[in-house]
């Protein structure tokens, strides 16, 4: 799931030069030792006040594809599914876990009875419908793919209810993370006469959960949104475990601006921040508010393989090229001096410490040596640029004029860490007289760009969407509502793009449908050395999450899958 906010601090005596003739990078400032202080705190223990972010994209269980979107939902919506303060799944509106056919492809569920917030039941059928609206074209839901590894019946799921409170599910095949899947957003059932009611020729998912007011079953109901400002969750009196939810109302501020989000956690008024300014990492690396935790995702820059950029390039000279700026980019600066929390350097796409779905971990292979990606691969990559017909005059000082000269944009969303680690890439690439712009866009308006390939270089992050590789390879097969970077797409008008994506879309095919579990980890392995061949994904580290909560805050927890779960906090 595509991540919005940047998980990580940075120091506050940055001081990035941007000439294209070098020098080294603004000194690196350590985290003093500042005394434990606790924040002002709000006693209103009826109501929660949190910043996610800015505006979400969607809040629709079938559109929403970003972190923070998902945060809305698991807090207004149930699925099936879901997970405990340790991190464990359990059940939620189903009554226990799924009874599996020994071939291991039929799934049965039992439903508790529950209610939609309006009082209707909610039934097995529920289910039925919004997961074939999540696959119905006209949706065009980034995550229909996910759905692939439930068998068809013609354009259908072969998804039944027995009756009322029971699902049956058949699979293709036999599938490590199902259960998972149960719990992740996009399988959260929506009311149905709410998404019909709002459908329109021009808007054939309708318009539904744009505006406060909609049904939904989970522990809290949007009761008001002014845009861009605020969104007001009321507690839901018909949720099934409503009597377990002790917090009345959460109050969301909407705001990218991280100094004003952290002025306001300090004066009390919001007890819950998801990210904090630049020059307060003194302030909070030592506070018991401050929290770090880990994720499953990866924080990489991404390249629209059909860019006008490769337009005059082989295939293999595109690679080429985008393999030049991976060895340019300085990960270990970016980790060490902008970003101070541990992150790990990425040296592949698949994060570190991943399930291999076999019962053990995923072994990641090395694609390049991420401690020595920067200054000491500015050789490497001016040959590899040189065989794209670059030409490199030596300016005397470390740096290097390039002719034809390279240009282009690098888009990413107004957030000032996303900022500071693109002027890092823009002073690492200027070595070898590379011009990248940074051009910031609005959050909704960098996804769209992103998905429509409107760019030729974007910030991508990615946090699995459950435990298993296949969630990071699925996403850039061809069809994949994800695949931002365009592969396999348009294949015809661009000769410089990977042409065997076909064969890469068998793979993951193959992949979803293996019965050996032990084979399957092997054919991983193959899908990311062919994913990481085209360079279109560049890697720069894995992510690690942050916030601050206060300490009259208790129960509120988050997952390596980056969502947050405010349902049953308590405040005193």
């Avoid at 599996?100 to 039941?121: M, Q």
């Avoid at 000279?317 to 060490?336: M, N, S, T, W």
Wanted: net charge negative; aromatic share 12%.
């Amino acid at each position: 799931m595509k991540k919005k906010l940047l998980a990580l601090l940075l120091a506050s005596s940055m001081a990035l030069s941007m000439a294209a003739c070098g020098g080294s990078k603004g000194g690196a400032s350590g985290s003093a030792k500042v005394a434990d202080k606790a924040t002002k705190e709000n006693h209103d223990d009826d109501v929660l006040n949190i910043n996610i972010g800015p505006e979400p994209q969607s809040i629709d269980p079938a559109l929403n594809t970003a972190v923070d979107g998902g945060i809305y939902i698991i807090n207004s919506f149930a699925g099936l599914y879901t997970y405990d303060q340790d991190q464990k799944l359990v059940p939620d509106i189903a009554d226990g876990m799924p009874e599996v056919s020994s071939d291991k492809t039929e799934y049965t569920i039992k439903l508790k009875k529950t209610k939609w917030s309006n009082g209707d039941p909610l039934t097995a059928k529920d289910f039925l419908y919004s997961w074939n609206r999540v696959i119905d074209k006209k949706t065009a839901s980034g995550y229909a793919y996910l759905f692939d590894i439930i068998a068809r019946k013609g354009n259908k799921l072969d998804v039944e209810a027995l009756d009322d409170y029971t699902l049956k599910i058949k699979l293709t095949n036999p599938c490590p993370y199902f259960n998972d899947l149960l719990a992740f957003p996009t399988f959260f059932p929506v009311y149905q006469k709410d998404v019909e009611k709002s459908v329109t020729d021009k808007v054939p998912a309708g318009t539904w959960s744009q505006e406060a007011g909609f049904v939904s079953n989970g522990a809290y109901t949007l009761k008001s949104w002014k845009h861009d400002e605020s969104m007001e969750y009321v507690k839901n009196d018909n949720f099934y475990n409503a009597s377990k939810v002790k917090i009345k109302q959460i109050h969301f501020m909407l705001s990218a601006q991280d100094t004003t989000t952290y002025a306001a956690y300090n004066k009390g008024d919001l007890d819950f921040i998801d990210t904090v300014p630049n020059d307060e990492i003194k302030s909070v690396k030592n506070n018991k508010e401050f929290n770090i935790m880990d994720n499953l995702g990866t924080y990489y820059l991404g390249f629209n393989v059909n860019s006008d950029l490769f337009k005059n390039m082989t295939e293999q000279q595109a690679k080429d090229f985008r393999h030049a700026i991976a060895l340019l980019i300085d990960r270990k600066y970016i980790v060490d001096t902008v970003g101070q929390t541990g992150q790990k350097l990425a040296d592949s796409f698949i994060p570190a410490g991943m399930s291999d779905g076999n019962g053990g971990e995923f072994k990641n292979k090395s694609y390049y040596d991420a401690d020595k990606t920067g200054q000491d691969s500015v050789e490497e990559a001016k040959k590899l640029l040189e065989g794209c017909g670059y030409k490199f005059t030596d300016n005397g000082d470390g740096t290097y004029k390039c002719s034809p000269a390279i240009s282009f944009e690098y888009i990413l969303n107004d957030d000032s860490g996303h900022k500071k680690i693109a002027e890092s890439i823009q002073q690492d690439l200027s070595a070898l007289g590379i011009n990248m712009q940074v051009q910031t866009e609005d959050w909704k308006v960098l996804i769209a760009d992103r998905q429509k390939g409107n760019f030729a270089a974007a910030r991508e992050g990615w946090l699995a969407d459950y435990n298993d590789p296949i969630n990071m390879l699925e996403m850039y097969t061809t069809d994949s509502g994800n695949n931002d970077s365009q592969l396999g797409r348009d294949m015809d008008k661009h000769s410089s793009a990977p042409q065997n994506w076909a064969d890469y879309d068998k793979l993951v095919d193959k992949i979803r449908k293996s019965t050996d579990f032990a084979s399957r980890v092997d054919l991983m392995h193959q899908a990311e050395d062919m994913l990481m061949d085209t360079w279109a994904i560049i890697p720069i580290y894995y992510y690690n999450d942050i916030y601050m909560v206060k300490r009259n805050v208790k129960g509120a927890f988050g997952t390596v899958y980056g969502m947050k779960y405010f349902m049953y906090a308590t405040k005193s």
